[in-house]
């Protein structure tokens, strides 16, 4: 067999046609989403208020395996993919393992992350259904970001609320947003009524992700032609980030190469859902077996820590309800929490998967992380989201193991973007000034105790 190159290229011809859903192999199908009201599976009416017609349509598919990708979403795609998969020799060679490590790399377009795979895909349903335009929130700002560029492509406005502290130490993320026309909104705001309420109960709160969606949310069910779309957690979203695994597996299989384990960081699940979809579904199948981690921040674990239960997906509880792995509604990871990966929930897809042990999952402090990322940066050039820098982490110990072992393990990881956004975060960490905070069990037990009682 010939040697395998620093990079496996796709040809466009081998770009994927249809995304692979998941839930149609799983015999315990993940829960469905609640109405918070009733407590009644939500109905495709009732999602349609929320969502764009075609997307709730994809949010409940439990049966379909196969969803034919639209030429214009294909199209699209063709701009920044396929994407690199990428042997870590240079990675390997300093670790002195013998271990075999690949990433799929997807920071290779302007905003910096896997999220354009599904802001695509979202507009692209918006504008087919005739909308106007799209709301969302944003943390970090990577989705944004991606949805920005999504709206700019197919003409339609996006209005974002962005985390407030997000938006005022990521300045120059609101700014590309904005380069690609989208109105950059810093939540909580006085534009919408649970925004003043908020604002009312916590004077000088510098937002949550959760705060942000339920006002995003507000804006859309109260403006005439908008929906909310959102970038991860949802089932649409795995499957849109399907294109990930689809691709890795097609470029490992040109040169035969099984992975034992698959790596990825887990914020709401979307781009681990994605990267490990096909190979899940081999697994879920019966067709072969894979080693599957999740890796979560020690400071915001949702995963390790939290309670597999039906909760809120936002802070106001205006969205339905997901029985997820959740830290509850009102969890907030402590602010000097860099790393990203801060949602206080999971996808239910993989939260089901894990209940019914299909995966495992382990939490990193963020110092660690960063360690991690910076070792990468050295070795294999690209400079890392710290939220990529989870899988890192991980992969670099288990390939550490197999130094030590002598086992010459397969690993794939997902490097899900890039940090340009993050020198903040990788100053403090270069100054000293990062701790690792971990929260302790009353602090968890206290908003465990807020779950909606069902
Ligand atoms: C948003 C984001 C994540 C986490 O989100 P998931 O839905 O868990 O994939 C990870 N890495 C990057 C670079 C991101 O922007």
């Not at 979403?73 to 690949?102: H, Q």
């Not at 990433?103 to 695509?120: P, V």
């Not at 032609?225 to 097609?250: D, F, P, T």
Request: with cysteine.
């Amino acid at each position: 067999m010939s040697e395998i190159p620093y990079k496996i290229y796709l040809d466009e011809s081998e770009m994927p046609k249809a995304w692979y859903n998941l839930r149609a192999d799983m015999k315990n199908k993940p829960a469905p989403l609640l109405n918070p009201g009733t407590h009644q599976p939500m109905t495709a009416a009732e999602l349609g208020g929320v969502f764009c017609d075609e997307l709730v349509q994809q949010e409940l598919n439990d049966t379909d395996p196969f969803i034919e990708i639209p030429q214009e979403i294909r199209n699209f795609y063709k701009m920044y993919r396929p994407s690199p998969l990428v042997r870590a020799y240079c990675l390997e060679k300093k670790l002195n393992t013998p271990a075999k490590i690949y990433y799929k790399f997807e920071g290779n377009n302007t905003s910096g992350s896997h999220k354009l795979n599904s802001a695509i895909a979202q507009a692209y349903y918006a504008k087919k259904q005739g909308l106007k335009g799209v709301t969302t929130e944003t943390g970090a700002g990577q989705w944004g970001t991606a949805l920005s560029m999504a709206c700019a492509y197919f003409d339609l406005d996006c209005k974002v609320f962005m985390v407030k502290v997000s938006y005022e130490q990521k300045p120059f993320r609101r700014e590309v947003m904005r380069t690609y026309g989208a109105s950059v909104t810093p939540s909580p705001s006085m534009e919408t009524e649970i925004g003043k309420k908020i604002l009312a109960e916590h004077p000088g709160t510098t937002g949550s992700l959760g705060c942000a969606i339920s006002e995003a949310v507000e804006v859309a069910v109260g403006s005439e032609g908008y929906r909310y779309v959102l970038g991860s957690v949802l089932n649409q979203v795995l499957l849109h980030q399907s294109v990930i695994g689809l691709e890795s597996k097609a470029a490992l299989d040109k040169y035969g190469v099984k992975p034992d384990m698959i790596i990825g960081c887990a914020g709401g699940g979307s781009n681990l859902g994605g990267l490990i979809a096909p190979f899940m579904g081999e697994k879920l199948r019966g067709e072969a077996d894979y080693r599957i981690i999740a890796v979560e921040p020690a400071s915001c674990p949702s995963f390790t820590r939290g309670k597999f239960a039906y909760d809120f997906c936002d802070t106001g509880m205006v969205c339905p309800l997901a029985k997820m792995y959740t830290l509850g509604s009102g969890f907030i990871p402590a602010p000097n929490h860099a790393g990203g990966l801060r949602y206080h929930g999971m996808s239910s897809t993989l939260s089901q998967l894990y209940h019914d042990g299909y995966m495992e999952a382990v939490s990193v402090p963020q110092t660690a992380v960063f360690e991690a990322a910076e070792q990468f940066a050295r070795t294999e050039g690209i400079l890392p989201a710290p939220e990529s820098s989870h899988a890192i982490k991980v992969a670099i110990d288990e390939a550490k193991k197999c130094a030590e072992t002598g086992e010459e393990k397969t690993i794939l990881f997902g490097l899900t973007g890039t940090g340009y956004f993050d020198m903040v975060a990788y100053e403090k960490f270069h100054d000293g000034k990062m701790d690792d905070y971990i929260p302790t069990d009353e602090e968890l037990a206290k908003y465990a105790a807020t779950l909606p009682k069902m």
